[in-house]
């Protein structure tokens, strides 16, 4: 019968365990993936009307592919919210290709001789990726155009 007894116990004891580790949760940012995101090259001096193609790749850290994911191309110019202005989603091998027609509001800014102005806006564009529940999120260096 102390058999019993002896062999009851730790049995108890494991189940006591199993259902403790059962029931921890991991927090959800232990579980996603650090991402990088690219964006190639794109023209410095752009004319509304013309036509943009924004290129990249999304992968992890260590250079897995992120496939079926949403990047958004986002600009920001002085005195402006920032807007979404195009978006893709990846393909298998993690890369991504959209475009967008320039309309860029134009600001005059005096050239010092009253009579001439030049019509000139700078932007900063970026691509991100918002991240999910298996990857974080990550954005690419603005570009200015």
């Known amino acids: 019968m102390k058999l019993a007894k002896h062999s009851v116990i ?3 004891v494991m189940m006591l365990i199993s259902s403790a580790l059962l029931s921890y949760q991991v927090p959800a940012t232990a579980l996603q993936a650090t991402t990088r995101i690219t964006l190639d090259s794109v023209p410095t001096i752009v004319r509304p009307g013309d036509q943009l193609t924004f290129t990249g790749i999304l992968t992890t850290v260590q250079g897995a592919p992120v ?3 949403t990047v958004n191309v ?3 110019s002085a005195g402006t919210q920032t807007t979404q202005i ?3 989603e990846t393909d298998e091998n993690g890369m991504y290709s959209t475009s967008w ?7 005059e800014k005096s050239s010092g ?3 001439a102005s030049v019509k000139t806006q700078l932007a900063a564009l970026y691509v991100q990726f918002p991240g999910d529940e298996n990857y ?3 954005r ?3 570009s200015t155009i």
Not at 101 to 107: K, N
Request: proline share 7%.
């Open 10 to 12: 730790p049995l108890a």
């Open 67 to 69: 496939s079926g994911a």
């Open 74 to 76: 986002n600009l920001h």
């Open 86 to 88: 195009a978006s893709a």
């Open 101 to 107: 027609e320039v309309q860029m509001l134009l600001v």
């Open 113 to 115: 001789d009253l009579t």
């Open 136 to 138: 974080s999120s990550s």
């Open 140 to 142: 690419t260096n603005p």
